[in-house]
């Protein structure tokens, strides 16, 4: 998995890239076949914006969120993009049982 990780009006610290890196582990631990992730963490005047882009065969898989601390706009973005990834693997699930159900009948 290519991990990015960029920062706009703001640096991005090696606290700061380790913190994501070990959130993204719960992401991963769902999901195998991540292709390219991209994460861009900017600030606006009270508000830290963090957005993700995860690349999965078929699909791009984005999320954003913002919070006055930098780190809990990182927690909600990782909760969201928890979500939609395994919102993506049960519609892939569903739809090869689907499949498999019409191939057997």
Excluded: W
Excluded at 32 to 37: E, G, L, M, Q
Excluded at 52 to 62: A, E
Excluded at 70 to 88: E, F, M, S
Aim: neutral net charge.
């Amino acid at each position: 998995m290519n991990l990015t990780i960029s920062g706009h009006h703001l640096e991005i610290t090696t606290p700061i890239k380790e913190y994501i890196e070990t959130k993204l582990t719960r992401v991963s631990r769902h999901i195998d076949n991540i292709i390219d992730t991209q994460v861009i963490i900017s600030k606006d005047v009270n508000q830290q914006i963090a957005e993700i882009t995860l690349r999965v065969p078929g699909k791009d898989l984005h999320a954003e969120s913002s919070h006055e601390n930098l780190y809990a706009a990182i927690d909600l973005l990782i909760d969201k993009i928890d979500r939609l990834v395994l919102k993506h693997k049960e519609k892939q699930q569903s739809f090869t049982k689907e499949a498999n159900k019409h191939l057997s009948a």
